[in-house]
């Protein structure tokens, strides 16, 4: 699957994306993507660390499921591990200012919880 | 020395569908891996692909489908430097993305909009962007331009070659060097790399940016200026 989820507790729930991110891959999770954060967990970590091609529309799908997700009083943030490309794209587009971003788990998880 | 190429140059036509994206992407990889372009590079042509197939599809109107899409990739090599060019030819409404400003970055969460980072990713991604619009059609070429690292295999090549040394360390004879001091020239040359150019390769091709100075130690030049050849020889 391209996209599964845990929930850590009642507060804290990890969506894992992983493959390619284009237009094809996005539409596969547009839809569970958005169902799975804005459900009633108030803190979402997405995990990219395992997305091995991202496109602009990808990027489109973070930003508006993180607003979801600010409206109902949450946050998200995401983890990208050592993938290197995604972390630079993130750089690159800005998101990384937008949407809390960490290269270590604990630290994610830590920030999730503040 | 390192492994040169020729010039290639493929080109395919699709419809311009979205439905296309795969097909194109692996059509990219096939050719550019089979020339030997690096894992990272085909991701960042690949990425130029996508954003543009994708956002002439979306927002090209209904002309884009009259005609289908055009791909060409190309790429052309000096001993020092790769030009890989991916041209995208399509019918829809005319659009020229080098005319637009860089997006401003949102400063929080509630102030982003999404849409307009394709082109961001796009100049981050490629080394140039050129657009004309002709017969109807937008022509996009995205260029990719890397310098070569110097192999050790070169050096060792330089060493070999201990006649062309000698010519190298008497420079008395090459007119951009008159009344230069000897000893200001050694130094200079400490830092010089010395080559084997192996028959018709292109030191320079068009598109190329340059910032080496070349001398000719033995063998022939030619210099294409347009209609005009322009042959060297020493």
Same mark, same amino acid.
């Given at each position: 699957m391209p996209i599964t989820f845990?929930?850590?507790?009642?507060?804290?729930?990890?969506?894992?994306?992983?493959?390619?991110?284009?237009?094809t891959g996005i539409d596969a999770?547009?839809?569970?993507?958005?169902?799975?954060?804005?459900?009633?967990?108030?803190?979402?970590?997405?995990?990219?660390?395992?997305?091995?091609?991202?496109?602009?529309?990808?990027i489109r799908e973070l930003i508006t499921n993180a607003?979801?997700?600010?409206?109902?009083?949450?946050?998200?943030?995401?983890?990208?591990?050592?993938?290197?490309?995604?972390?630079?794209?993130?750089?690159?587009t800005g998101v990384d200012?937008?949407?809390?971003?960490?290269?270590?788990?604990?630290?994610?998880?830590?920030?999730?919880l503040e | 020395m390192q492994t040169?190429?020729?010039?290639?140059?493929?080109?395919?036509?699709?419809?311009?569908?979205?439905?296309?994206?795969?097909?194109?992407?692996?059509?990219?990889?096939?050719?550019?891996?089979?020339?030997?372009?690096?894992?990272?590079?085909?991701?960042?042509?690949? !990425?130029? /692909?996508?954003? =543009?197939? @994708?956002?002439?599809?979306?927002?090209?109107?209904?002309? +884009?489908?009259?005609?289908?899409?055009?791909?060409?990739?190309?790429m052309a090599s000096s001993h020092d430097q790769t030009l890989v060019t991916l041209s995208i030819a399509d019918s829809g409404r005319a659009f020229d993305p080098t005319s637009v400003a860089p997006k401003a970055r949102a400063v929080s969460l509630s102030d982003a909009t999404p849409g307009g980072l394709g082109l961001v990713m796009m100049r981050d991604s490629a080394s140039r962007l050129a657009?004309?619009?002709s017969s109807s059609r937008n022509h996009i070429d995205i260029l990719f331009q890397f310098d070569?690292?110097?192999?050790?295999?070169?050096?060792? !090549?330089? /060493?070999?070659? =201990?006649? @062309?040394?000698?010519?190298?360390?008497?420079?008395?004879? +090459?007119?951009?060097?008159k009344d230069a001091p000897l000893l200001a020239l050694e130094a200079v040359l400490q830092t010089c790399e010395l080559l084997e150019v192996p028959a018709n390769m292109p030191l320079l091709i068009p598109g190329q940016s340059n910032r080496n100075v070349y001398i000719a130690l033995s063998g022939t030049v030619v210099a294409h200026l347009g209609y005009l050849a322009v042959c060297m020889r020493r």
């Open positions: 845990d929930d850590a507790d009642e507060a804290l729930r990890h969506i894992r994306l992983t493959g390619r991110l284009d237009m999770i547009s839809e569970t993507f958005t169902e799975l954060s804005v459900a009633t967990h108030r803190q979402v970590i997405v995990d990219l660390s395992g997305v091995n091609f991202l496109v602009s529309f990808g607003k979801l997700i600010q409206q109902r009083g949450g946050r998200m943030i995401i983890f990208v591990g050592d993938n290197k490309a995604v972390l630079k794209t993130l750089e690159t200012t937008l949407i809390p971003t960490f290269v270590n788990a604990a630290q994610a998880d830590r920030a999730a | 040169l190429f020729p010039i290639r140059m493929v080109e395919l036509e699709v419809p311009a569908q979205l439905s296309v994206l795969r097909q194109v992407s692996a059509w990219l990889k096939l050719h550019a891996t089979e020339w030997r372009v690096s894992e990272t590079l085909i991701a960042h042509i690949d !990425l130029c /692909l996508n954003e =543009v197939v @994708a956002n002439c599809v979306a927002h090209g109107g209904p002309a +884009v489908t009259d005609r289908p899409l055009t791909l060409q990739l190309s657009y004309r619009h070569h690292a110097r192999s050790s295999s070169t050096a060792r !090549l330089a /060493l070999r070659d =201990v006649s @062309a040394e000698r010519r190298l360390k008497n420079l008395s004879w +090459v007119p951009l060097f």
